[in-house]
Each structure stands twice: as structure tokens, then as C-alpha cells.
């Protein structure tokens, strides 16, 4: 019983998994949580901009929101992630580097896999099946004709 029910979840998060942008919105997030924790290492490289540092802390949650929304609303997946690059780029100048790179590339593989990623493509498992299938009728021998003879 709770075989089946651990095989539902994860079939039904597959299929949740397969309708939205889910690498790149989790790369996105992840970069964007990276860069807002390294804000408080000891390795003091922050530019202050603005009241406080505000930019340092508003560029971060800006990737970390793009990601998560990305995930929610794949419709406007273009937006969040031309807006989820940019700040990534920013986070170079405003936090520590862009979270010693981690986070600025994170967030940059994130917003092209966001961007790239279409709604519509045919799933990995049912292209494998299609073209085992294609080559396997292009393997197969040729049927055997009956009535050569022929009598019209």
C-alpha cells in the first residue's frame, strides 16, 4: 500500500515536473539563495548602493522570486527570465561577487534554461520509445509476399 501511493506521488510530480521549467526555475531560486546567504560572509567585497545596501539585498530576492514564479506561471516564462539574468549579472556588482560566482552562474544557467525551455516538447520517454519503435520496423525483415502466382 504505501508502495503505491509513494509510485502515485512521484508519477503525479513527474507529470507536474514535465509541464513547467522545472531545472531552470530551481537553478534560478538556488542562485538566488546562494547570493543572499554569502551576504553575510566575512569576506567583505559589497558595494553599498543606495539606503543600506538595499540593492545588495533586493537583486537576490529578485532571482529567488523569478525562480519560484518561473515555476508557478510557466506562461510567462520569457519575463522571468530576462528579469532572473539581470539580476544575476547585477549581483556581481552589489553582492560579494555574485556569491563568489556560485550564485551569479547559477542564476545565469537558470534564467537559459528558463528561457529555452518550450511547453510543448514531446517528453524524453515517449521520443526513446518512438524511435526504438522506428528502428526496430527499419531492422525488421521484409514480410513475405503471397501469391506470386498472380491470377487477376
Known amino acids: 500500500m504505501p508502495g503505491d501511493r509513494r509510485r502515485g506521488f512521484r ?5 507536474w515536473r514535465s509541464g513547467r521549467p522545472f531545472w531552470g526555475g530551481l ?4 542562485g538566488g539563495a546562494e547570493v543572499l546567504f554569502t551576504m553575510k ?3 567583505k567585497v559589497v558595494i553599498h548602493v543606495g539606503m543600506q545596501g538595499a540593492a545588495g539585498y533586493l537583486l537576490p530576492v529578485v532571482m529567488l522570486l523569478c525562480g519560484v514564479l518561473a515555476l508557478v506561471n510557466p506562461a ?3 519575463f522571468y527570465s530576462l ?9 556581481w556588482i552589489t553582492s560579494n561577487l555574485g556569491g563568489f560566482l556560485v550564485g551569479l552562474l ?16 514531446e517528453s524524453r520517454r515517449d521520443r526513446r520509445r518512438r524511435r ?5 520496423a527499419r531492422t525488421a525483415p521484409p514480410p513475405l509476399e503471397q501469391g506470386a502466382g498472380g491470377t487477376a
Request: net charge positive; proline share 2%; with cysteine.
Open 106 to 121: 547559477l542564476g545565469c544557467v537558470g534564467s537559459c534554461l528558463v528561457f529555452g525551455w518550450l511547453p510543448d516538447q
Open 132 to 136: 526504438k519503435a522506428a528502428r526496430a
Open 11 to 15: 508519477a503525479a510530480f513527474r507529470d
Open 27 to 30: 537553478l534560478l531560486a538556488l
Open 41 to 43: 560572509a566575512s569576506f
Open 83 to 91: 528579469i532572473g539574468v539581470l539580476a544575476s549579472l547585477g549581483t
Open 76 to 78: 510567462q516564462r520569457l
